[in-house]
Structure formats: C-alpha cells, structure tokens
C-alpha cells in the first residue's frame, strides 16, 4: 500500500493556512485592543518575522522534494 507525498503538503497546507488565520486575528486584536505602544509594537513584529522566518525554512526544506513519488506503509 502507498500514499502519494502529495498527500502530505496538502495537509500541510491546510494547517499553514489554520495557524495563518489565527495569527491574523491575534495581530487584529493586538492592533484593535491593545494599547500601542513600544512593547506590543516590538512583540507583534517579532511574532511577524517568527512567522516568516518558520515559513521560509518549511519552504527551504519542502522545495527539493519529489511530490510525485508515493510512500510506502507496508
């Protein structure tokens, strides 16, 4: 038995998608609730660069792969 790789990224993606929705709304709320001052300014842009940095690395390390092969389980 074997699952095409493919599989995977897409799950992936899904959960990329999932965390990058809950970061927009954190950064609303950060935004539309919170005082603006230096602190939350600093802690939302590190929070920004975190993401970026973590998607990068996941691309960095997903690119050279071959999607098309299928893994096998069994």
Known sequence: MAI??????CLYLVLIVVCLI???F???HIIRFG?????TVFSSFLFLV?????LWISYQWLSPVNWQEAARIF
């Open 4 to 9: 095409p790789l493919y599989i995977f990224l």
């Open 22 to 24: 809950f970061a927009f």
């Open 26 to 28: 954190n950064i609303y």
């Open 35 to 39: 005082s603006l001052n230096f602190t």
């Open 50 to 54: 975190g993401i970026i940095v973590t």
